[in-house]
């Protein structure tokens, strides 16, 4: 999504963004390594033009901190349970830095194995998915992650939320270009995009969500309120959209341990927002290709989808994004910026392009 | 798809099928035992109600066969690549041979490292992707493959036909039930219900395809002649479904050194039906599962989608038409059987149920 009011925005220096977040991630009861590391994330996805993940989200972290739901200071405690099988628990806090403190030890497997998966579980994982294997494919790995969320997707033909917005995110290498990747919810709309759109006073299309009595309807208050999301796939296809759907609750949460979407119960934390479930990644070193090299085939299946008429590749927007946030800073609605070094305890500074 | 006209059936013993199948396949230059292995797969999607897997297919491979484009006698060679890596080079042959040449190394992987991945490349797959799995799932594995095919997918945005249907075939296995298993392709319909729907002289919904002018429509000849499908996901997800068929390009032909679904090209083979591409399983063993066992997990979710009022688990109405299959016959068109048995050099044999 856009940033819809440009006028009002203000360009923010990447790495200055970054520290912002992180201290409000610290001023918020999380460690220093996982501020950092939270701050990262959430910082490049505003600078790649993810606006739904980007700093729209730092109210709900801190919300969620602020209710004890999550652990800020968790340790991660990592598993090696087989050659190519590595497990994360990571003790209620944050997917990412779960991630990060079994990084090393899973990059050794698949490239030992030729494959590899790595098995996150108690994680609360709040970000875009694409940042977790977009690296892997700079180490030039082809990567696949899930993860599973909060019980708000009806399954086709059924009458009662049970998926979350589940997504996939897939990464591969490039021999010249920046890496292939996508992030798709199985959901017919992220949930931060039907937010965003309640916020904006927009409707949605027919087929996105159903309201409290599980009609159809395209008002985001209506989904959000008491009603749900549909899987993606139209009106003939839903059936496979909720298919994968299921398939990211078996692979997040039955494979490695995790909460299904519907299984946790965060009332007793009023103002928790993170889905407390689990993640899958699997890497794969594509080195191991017989004939032309992978990254080499990938330039040729890329360079045919723009032969065929494809404007544009999965990815290439937020590439895109991200070269003009890096060299005009990173775009924020003025007002939210305010309201952030507030957060940060930085009121006082100047705000804008030079702060 | 249901069998359009039953007063017209016959129901024939399943291993009788099989057996008059596997006499075709060999009477037409197939080694005895691909012409087992092919038999048994046809059979078995005929078994399960997937027509347009079923008996259907047999004179596409027969076809094939004849004009020289595949060869029936291929014998694979399985490379041991790395712990979790095994390729297998097809030589020209078909896909499910190639799969059963390396499937007891490739099992001894999976339990071995947690995980590991089969690359199949210069095969050809003309059947259903879900028997692949489904057998894995009851080995006690989690199984997901993808296979691609032949250019008739335009990619979303784009004027021209690049991707295969390519489908995507998981498993996994549950507790008590039969294992729950989805194969979809990630085109709006398979090609082969496309060539029914033109059979039947049935119009098909708009958004699945496209004439050779690039413009949708609802005629499913139009759709075959000169025209294109259309990824799956409906008017707002088409996008999603036209990044699972690169993802299966990449996976199915980049990593394994097959052909992409518009590479190959068969003119110089007048009725060759076959695409020549490639093929990527990987298999997890859920055994190394934290907390609770991965099939167990698998039952409750199972009950839980059924609780929010999913009438059918992907995989079920296979199983329901198997039982029937099992203990009735397996349903064909009575003339189609007879063309079978004379294909079969048996056309001086009776038909029917007690053939």
């Excluded at 606006?51 to 709900?60: Q, T, Y």
Aim: with cysteine; hydrophobic share 40%; proline share 6%.
């Amino acid at each position: 999504m856009q940033n819809p009011s440009p006028v009002e925005s203000v360009h923010i220096p990447f790495p200055r963004m970054r520290s912002v977040l992180e201290r409000i991630f610290e001023r918020n009861g999380t460690s220093p390594g996982v501020a950092a590391i939270l701050a990262d994330n959430c910082a490049s996805a505003q600078r790649d033009g993810a606006m739904s993940h980007g700093l729209f989200r730092i109210p709900g972290y801190v919300s969620t901190l602020k209710s004890g739901w999550v652990d800020g200071k968790a340790v991660p405690v990592v598993e090696d349970k087989a050659p190519g099988f590595i497990a994360v628990d990571a003790a209620n806090g944050f997917a990412q830095p779960a991630f990060f403190a079994a990084r090393d030890a899973f990059l050794a497997k698949v490239r030992a194995n030729g494959i590899a998966l790595m098995a996150i579980r108690r994680s609360h994982h709040f970000a875009a998915l694409w940042p977790d294997v977009e690296p892997l494919a700079r180490e030039g790995l082809v990567a696949l992650t899930v993860v599973n969320s909060m019980a708000c997707v009806v399954p086709s033909g059924g009458h009662t939320a049970l998926f979350g917005t589940n997504p996939i995110a897939f990464a591969a290498p490039r021999e010249n270009g920046e890496p292939v990747v996508f992030d798709l919810a199985t959901s017919a709309i992220a949930h931060g995009d039907i937010q965003i759109a309640a916020r904006a006073g927009h409707d949605v299309p027919q087929g996105y969500g159903v309201d409290r009595h599980g009609e159809h309807t395209t008002k985001p208050r209506e989904i959000l309120e008491g009603g749900a999301l549909l899987p993606f796939g139209g009106e003939h296809g839903m059936h496979k959209g909720s298919a994968l759907s299921m398939m990211v609750e078996l692979l997040a949460a039955a494979l490695t341990g995790g909460n299904f979407s519907f299984e946790f119960d965060w009332s007793g934390h009023p103002g928790a927002q993170t889905p407390y479930t689990g993640q899958l990644i699997i890497a794969i070193d594509p080195r191991l290709t017989s004939g032309q090299g992978f990254a080499q085939r990938c330039e040729t299946l890329v360079a045919a989808m723009a032969g065929a008429g494809q404007k544009r590749q999965p990815g290439s927007r937020r590439h895109e994004a991200r070269a003009r946030s890096l060299e005009h800073g990173v775009p924020v609605e003025a007002e939210r910026w305010r309201e952030l070094l507030a957060m940060a305890g930085l009121d006082h500074e100047e705000s804008g392009t030079t702060a």
